[in-house]
């Protein structure tokens, strides 16, 4: 036992002197560090001393390796509570406070590693009681939440090491391979599956990866003669400050629909969509370059002309399941005008809501054909297009226009100088609230459903079905007219599904602070029995893999397509030792997995 301990200990002080000499690469066997531990620089063994001066643990060793950026994670809504962990603690009132009135802004909840946006995922869902530490997202001083509460980690991850560079993610993956302790990769918390947090994983938090460049003639490294207009973001941009960015040198960036998603971490890893990619693409479809830590513990660059499989595989294969991204350059446009169509009414007659989203069923098939994207959501509609002047937005939007006007709603169809000053005007100053513990059950349409007479008679009917249940959420954002052959690279790897698709279809479930295990099994079951529907509709399609079903059937083949087995084998070469995981990644492990002990198995 003693001796175990003795070679574990050295393994670890070498880990220290392997990550600080920077020399090799590759995540090391412990039998390579034991040996070579005698080589180690003084800096390291300075480290190591520390640690074995202390407590001899093996967290004082990685938290030396990464610099002392090393942290203990409190849950967010901790200063609210009396009892933590089961041990009674002040109240720190002001704190508190703070967090009460900006519960549901993302802005804030961004800047506390135990907050993500869908905070069930802060709880350990499984556990019988409510493990965690949630306030009421409808009424944060709600004293239900709080008093005589235990306040508890649930499912957050007890250790992060705040990631600066690449030897950050070196150490820890070979922390993780030595000690068997489990890993985790966090950038803005927006994971709709709990794939950024995880009960005792060790995270990466990559958030504070920040740099944004651009070049309009940007060469993949290793490519001979082939430039790009590009922009180079860090992991841990915000979509915000990327579009801020791209529009102050006189472009245009193709990303998501909300101020703090990471534009370049889960979001493109997973696919990415836009608004604007009925015409430039998944953001999958526009990656340059992706720099990453592969679970080998290689720092490699992947691109067009080197490492293919993974610049494949990086683009659509999925979120933290091929490495730790540290950079990624994407294909940027010009900057040019934009159509908006922003149309609202309140519904009156019962009816009102199904003829409206028939109405949008019979006419999207030509609003993509013209340019088309954006987003449907019960008695409204926001829609951007690039292709269409003023006079001809309001020629294709007519038939939507004359319905609005009719129920007394609001119209408006503009043309703003860009597409910044739309999102600025509609999505920045119209913020989106987080905090729900929402569940989404999602379904890509295929255009039959919207050409064909027989098919939009199939869908219409559907909807209808399901309003009694949710006003589907409607994000018009797939790549309907782009051709992937402008990819560099060729097509990504998200499902094929997603180039016939005319909607990203979704219904919601919403859980509530202090439901019952089984009212969450209960809520889960329920939103699965209304998505099913859409699946049986459109047997062959598939469903995106950042917003499907936390419980997608079959979801190799949802998310993927005939890609997986492509995906499958480039997993087990970048990661031999299957030191990354996630809720239904690519090679995942399965839901019996210890990783999964906070996820409700139905
Ligand atoms: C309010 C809201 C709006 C949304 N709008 C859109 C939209 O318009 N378009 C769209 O396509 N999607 C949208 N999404 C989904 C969103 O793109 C994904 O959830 C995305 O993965 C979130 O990225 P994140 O960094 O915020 O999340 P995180 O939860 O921090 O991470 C998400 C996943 O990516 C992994 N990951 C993060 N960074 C890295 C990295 N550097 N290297 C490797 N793996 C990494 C994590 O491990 C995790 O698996 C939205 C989600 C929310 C909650
Ligand atoms: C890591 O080291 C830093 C600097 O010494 C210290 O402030 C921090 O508390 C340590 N982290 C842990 C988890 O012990
Ligand atoms: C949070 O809410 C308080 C009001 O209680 C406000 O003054 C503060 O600016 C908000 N934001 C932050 C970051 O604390
Ligand atoms: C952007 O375009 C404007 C107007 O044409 C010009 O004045 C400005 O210098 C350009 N900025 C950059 C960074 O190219
Ligand atoms: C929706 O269903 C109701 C019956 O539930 C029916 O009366 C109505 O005509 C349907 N509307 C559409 C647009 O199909
Ligand atoms: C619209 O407003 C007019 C005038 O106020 C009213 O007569 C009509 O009933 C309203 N229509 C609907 C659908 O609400
Ligand atoms: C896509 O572009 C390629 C190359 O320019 C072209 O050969 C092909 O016909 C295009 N496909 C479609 C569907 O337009």
């Not at 370049?264 to 953001?283: D, K, Q």
């Not at 934009?338 to 809501?353: G, N």
């Not at 909607?503 to 919403?510: A, E």
């Not at 089984?518 to 950042?546: C, M, V, W």
Request: glycine fraction near 8%.
């Amino acid at each position: 036992m003693l001796v175990a301990r003795m070679k574990f200990v050295a393994a670890l002080l070498a880990l220290a002197a392997f990550v600080d000499s920077s020399l090799a690469s590759a995540v090391p066997d412990a039998d390579e560090l034991s040996s070579s531990s005698s080589s180690s620089s003084t800096a390291s063994v300075a480290a190591a001393a520390t640690a074995s001066a202390s407590l001899f643990s093996a967290l004082d060793v990685l938290n030396a390796t990464v610099g002392g950026r090393l942290k203990k994670a409190v849950p967010f809504e901790a200063p609210c509570f009396s009892i933590l962990e089961g041990k009674h603690v002040a109240v720190d009132t002001a704190a508190c406070a703070a967090i009460q009135s900006n519960y549901t802004d993302p802005t804030f909840r961004v800047t506390h590693f135990g907050a993500y946006m869908l905070p069930q995922w802060e709880t350990c869902q499984s556990s019988s009681t409510s493990e965690g530490c949630l306030l009421d997202n409808s009424n944060p001083t709600n004293p239900l939440a709080i008093d005589g509460v235990n306040c508890q980690l649930g499912n957050v991850p007890p250790y992060y090491i705040e990631v600066k560079s690449v030897t950050d993610v070196q150490a820890a993956l070979a922390f993780s391979r030595l000690t068997g302790v489990r890993l985790s990769v966090k950038n803005k918390g927006h994971d709709y599956k709990g794939r950024s947090s995880g009960k005792d994983t060790l995270n990466l938090w990559v958030t504070n990866l920040r740099s944004m460049s651009h070049s309009a003639s940007f060469r993949p490294e290793g490519c001979v003669g082939k430039t790009y207009d590009a922009i180079t973001t860090g992991a841990g941009v915000f979509t915000q400050d990327v579009y801020e960015f791209a529009d102050s040198v006189n472009r245009t960036i193709i990303a998501g629909y909300h101020q703090t998603i990471g534009f370049s971490g889960g979001y493109f890893l997973g696919g990415g969509h836009s608004v604007l990619s009925p015409v430039y693409g998944l953001a999958a479809d526009r990656v340059v370059q992706v720099k990453v830590v592969t679970p080998d513990g290689v720092y490699r660059t992947a691109n067009e002309c080197q490492n293919k499989d993974l610049f494949f595989a990086l683009r659509g294969g999925g979120g933290s399941a091929f490495g730790v991204v540290i950079e990624s350059t994407h294909l940027v446009e010009p900057l040019f005008p934009i159509q908006a169509a922003v149309l609202r009414f309140a519904p009156s007659a019962s009816t009102d809501l199904a003829a409206w989203y028939s109405l949008m069923v019979e006419n999207s098939y030509q609003w993509a054909n013209d340019g088309w994207g954006g987003h449907i959501v019960g008695p409204s509609l926001i829609h951007v297009t690039p292709l269409l002047s003023n006079e001809e937005a309001k020629a294709s939007m007519q038939p939507a226009v004359d319905f609005v006007t009719a129920h007394n709603g609001t119209v408006t169809i503009e043309q703003l100088p860009s597409y910044l000053a739309f999102f600025t005007k509609y999505v920045t100053a119209a913020q989106a609230a987080v905090g729900p513990e929402l569940e989404l059950g999602t379904r890509l349409l295929p255009s039959k459903f919207f050409s064909t007479p027989e098919g939009r008679t199939q869908l219409t009917a559907l909807i209808n079905d399901t309003l009694s249940f949710a006003s589907p959420y409607i994000v018009a954002g797939t790549p309907w007219l782009f051709n992937t052959s402008a990819s560099p690279g060729g097509a990504s790897a998200v499902t094929p599904a997603w180039r016939d698709a005319i909607w990203h279809l979704s219904v919601k479930w919403q859980f509530s602070f202090d439901d019952t295990l089984a009212e969450r099994k209960e809520g889960y079951s329920t939103l699965e029995e209304h998505i099913q529907r859409f699946r049986d509709l459109t047997p062959g399609s598939g469903a995106y893999f950042n917003e499907g079903d936390v419980y997608e059937p079959d979801h190799e083949t949802s998310y993927w397509g005939d890609n997986y087995p492509k995906l499958l084998a480039v997993k087990r070469k970048y990661d031999p030792h299957g030191l990354l995981d996630c809720w239904q990644c690519v090679g995942w492990k399965g839901e019996s997995d210890d990783l999964y002990q906070c996820h409700i198995k139905l």
